[in-house]
C-alpha cells in the first residue's frame, strides 16, 4: 500500500459517510434527526475533501 493511499483512508471514509448521509436526506431516509443528519453529513464530506487535498498537497506553496 503506497504512503499516499495509506494517507488518505480516513478522508475518503468521511466523504464516502457524508455523502451517504446527505443522499439519505434526500431521499427522506431518516437516520437521525432531521436538520442533524444532512449537517452532519455536509461537516463529514467538507473535512474529508479538505483533509484529503491537504493529504495530496495542494496547498504547499
Same mark, same amino acid.
Given at each position: 500500500?503506497?504512503?499516499?493511499?495509506?494517507?488518505?483512508? *480516513?478522508?475518503?471514509?468521511?466523504?464516502?459517510?457524508?455523502?451517504? /448521509?446527505? +443522499?439519505?436526506?434526500? %431521499?427522506? *431516509?431518516?437516520?437521525?434527526?432531521?436538520?442533524?443528519?444532512?449537517? /452532519?453529513? +455536509?461537516?463529514?464530506? %467538507?473535512?474529508?475533501?479538505?483533509?484529503?487535498?491537504?493529504?495530496?498537497?495542494?496547498?504547499?506553496?
Amino acid at each position: 500500500m503506497s504512503n499516499f493511499r495509506r494517507r488518505t483512508i *480516513v478522508p475518503r471514509f468521511l466523504v464516502t459517510m457524508g455523502v451517504a /448521509l446527505m +443522499g439519505a436526506a434526500y %431521499f427522506q *431516509v431518516h437516520l437521525m434527526p432531521e436538520p442533524y443528519q444532512m449537517s /452532519l453529513g +455536509g461537516l463529514f464530506s %467538507f473535512i474529508g475533501a479538505f483533509w484529503f487535498l491537504r493529504a495530496s498537497g495542494i496547498f504547499n506553496s
